[in-house]
């Protein structure tokens, strides 16, 4: 595994130096952008806007247009210098209830790896945190960019949860949601018993995409000249006055679920 990120960890005067993981990677199909008339592949160009020719990526520098036609060109150094604390430093600046941050802002985890030489301080920070059962507020630069994350215990290591900032949620104030009270006491008491039937313990590994498995059979059927037809309907909106005999139905399939066909046994031949 490589690290994208070297640096230190600090909480008060204790620097921890670390490493920086990436914790998931989204597993999809991957397409190509084809040409429809005869399928062949279509390549994405850099053009040079002045001399109408494609540039190689060793040619391209970021630029920031600070007057119209003016430019300033920036390399990963100029960035860096920008401010060198903050840019080798994950600082945790508070200490939070966990439950204090909603989950909405929470964006993309990361493993923090210890040097061997910080394994001690490393441990500390752990053990604190589980047991003061806090997490870390922080901040750090990554991608030429200022984040908010959480710092906290998963199993035994020390994550990174990148945090959204406020002002980076989308205002909600033209969606049209109904008002508080609008359902009875009766419809609300039959949902929470089927909420009760349908609390499990949270077993990640029990889940898996199983819609991109069904893509996958779509392209062989495809592949094969095979029609394809659609596996099930779209489904429809529950009326109103059918919500409470559908409640009723769906907590009464949950206390008595189908019983199972007990399997055929074959008698061995004497």
């Known amino acids: 595994m490589r690290a994208i990120w070297k640096g230190a960890l600090s909480f008060g005067l204790v620097n921890i130096p670390i490493q920086m993981y990436t914790a998931s990677h989204d597993k999809e199909i991957s397409f190509v952008m084809l040409h429809k008339k005869d399928h062949s592949q279509i390549r994405y160009a850099r053009i040079c806007k002045a001399e109408g020719k494609e540039v190689p990526w060793n040619e391209i520098v970021k630029g920031y247009e600070y007057e119209?036609?003016?430019?300033?060109?920036?390399?990963?150094?100029?960035?860096?210098?920008?401010?060198?604390?903050?840019?080798?430093?994950?600082?945790?600046?508070?200490?939070?209830?966990?439950?204090?941050?909603?989950?909405i802002y929470y964006s993309k985890p990361y493993f923090l790896e210890p040097d061997k030489n910080a394994f001690s301080a490393y441990s500390l920070?752990?053990?604190?945190?589980?047991?003061?059962?806090?997490?870390?507020?922080?901040?750090?630069?990554?991608?030429?960019?200022?984040?908010?994350?959480?710092?906290?215990?998963?199993?035994?290591?020390?994550?990174?949860?990148?945090l959204r900032y406020q002002n980076e949620l989308v205002k909600v104030e033209d969606l049209k949601i109904p008002a508080v009270g609008k359902s009875t006491g009766k419809e609300i008491d039959i949902a929470i018993q089927l909420i009760d039937h349908l609390t499990v313990p949270f077993e990640p590994q029990d889940f898996k995409d199983t819609y991109m498995e069904e893509i996958k059979q779509i392209i062989k059927q495809k592949a094969k000249g095979r029609p394809v037809h659609p596996k099930t309907e779209e489904p429809k909106s529950t009326k109103v006055h059918d919500i409470m005999s559908l409640l009723q139905a769906s907590l009464e399939s949950k206390k008595?679920?189908?019983?199972?066909?007990?399997?055929?046994?074959?008698?061995k031949a004497m």
């Open 68 to 103: 119209k036609g003016d430019y300033v060109v920036l390399d990963d150094k100029d960035f860096e210098k920008a401010n060198l604390k903050k840019t080798k430093t994950i600082e945790i600046v508070n200490f939070v209830d966990e439950n204090e941050v909603d989950t």
């Open 125 to 162: 920070l752990r053990e604190a945190l589980k047991k003061s059962k806090k997490v870390g507020l922080a901040k750090y630069i990554l991608r030429n960019r200022e984040h908010l994350a959480v710092i906290k215990v998963y199993e035994n290591m020390l994550i990174l949860n990148e």
């Open 256 to 267: 008595n679920p189908p019983k199972k066909t007990p399997r055929k046994t074959h008698k």
